[in-house]
């Protein structure tokens, strides 16, 4: 009898494993594609725009990703929730680009989504990887001795009229420029509030709306590739603006080519903007003197993505 009672439990916890295995691999996207991206094409001003990535769970177009230029380094940020700096791998992370479409459910959940950008990435470019805890140089974002400088920011209710149907990509006009020759974000990117960056030829600005001091620790994580923890004891939403030099830095898609030489071959351009007649200062110096915060090094415990094998090419869709 108690043969039989293990047989059967035995069976069951089989049948349990089995499923569970189905379900994990029955995560897929309906349709895939990715494509070698084209690299961008500056304006006559030596400007480059590009378009984030769209779509997805929590967004306006549920169903639907577009992610543009994307490089590897990001996808896997993407599919197993982590900083650029928590994974190791080749060089070519960070340099081979692809225009990646795909659709699904639209009550996909977030978690289901990451399975699904894993499967993706086993299936079309054979990754294997494995996980380890390393000592790593990490930051602490405190207030500086001045105090903070940022404003906190008024609560302001979406119009009604702004749940409308997402505009697809590349479909937002060309921005205007302000007369510190930054773009003017319009409206209907700010208004949901967040954090957006803009690179410009040898000078970046990072815009942020409505964000908390631990938002601004996460998207220096990703910009600094080192983790920055929230130790200013802030609890507020602000609203601040930091101007700086990029160098050394990676921008909301990875490092970006170097810019191009000026249309006339030296000198600003005539249409360079008041603020690039002198080199922006290093992010440091410019949360310090910006916005009264200061990043102060440390060292902790990091877990590590590590990749044990990846194609550079995906097979074909």
Not at 36 to 60: E, K, Q, V, Y
Not at 103 to 130: C, V, Y
Not at 283 to 310: C, N, T, Y
């Amino acid at each position: 009898m108690l043969r039989a009672i293990l047989r059967t439990g035995l069976a069951a916890l089989t049948a349990y494993m089995a499923y569970g295995q189905t379900a994990e691999k029955a995560l897929t996207f309906d349709a895939a594609s990715i494509k070698p991206a084209a690299p961008p094409t500056p304006d006559g001003r030596g400007r480059i725009f590009l378009a984030g990535p769209s779509g997805g769970p929590g967004t306006p177009d549920p169903g639907r990703i577009h992610y543009p230029f994307m490089n590897l380094r990001n996808l896997l940020i993407n599919a197993y929730d982590v900083k650029g700096f928590q994974i190791t791998g080749p060089a070519w992370l960070d340099t081979e680009r692809f225009d990646i479409t795909a659709t699904m459910p639209p009550d996909t959940t977030k978690e289901q989504f990451r399975a699904m950008l894993q499967n993706l990435l086993a299936e079309r470019f054979k990754l294997a990887l494995h996980r380890e805890t390393k000592e790593l140089p990490m930051y602490s974002l405190v207030v500086a001795r001045n105090g903070p400088k940022m404003k906190e920011s008024v609560e302001v209710q979406p119009p009604v009229e702004d749940a409308g149907p997402p505009a697809p990509p590349g479909a937002l006009p060309e921005p205007k420029m302000g007369a510190d020759g930054f773009p003017i974000l319009p409206a209907q990117i700010t208004g949901r509030g967040g954090i957006f960056n803009m690179m410009m030829p040898g000078r970046a600005r990072m815009v942020g709306i409505r964000q908390t001091t631990q938002d601004l620790a996460a998207r220096l994580s990703s910009q600094l590739s080192r983790p920055v923890t929230d130790a200013t004891g802030l609890t507020a939403k602000y609203d601040f603006t930091l101007t700086f030099s990029p160098e050394g830095m990676n921008g909301p898609m990875g490092p970006l080519p170097p810019p191009p030489p000026p249309p006339d071959g030296g000198g600003r351009g005539p249409a360079a903007g008041p603020s690039e007649q002198e080199a922006p200062p290093d992010i440091f110096s410019a949360i310090q003197a910006q916005i009264g915060l200061k990043l102060e090094p440390k060292k902790g415990p990091v877990e590590i993505i590590v990749i044990d094998h990846m194609e550079k090419t995906p097979t074909e869709n």
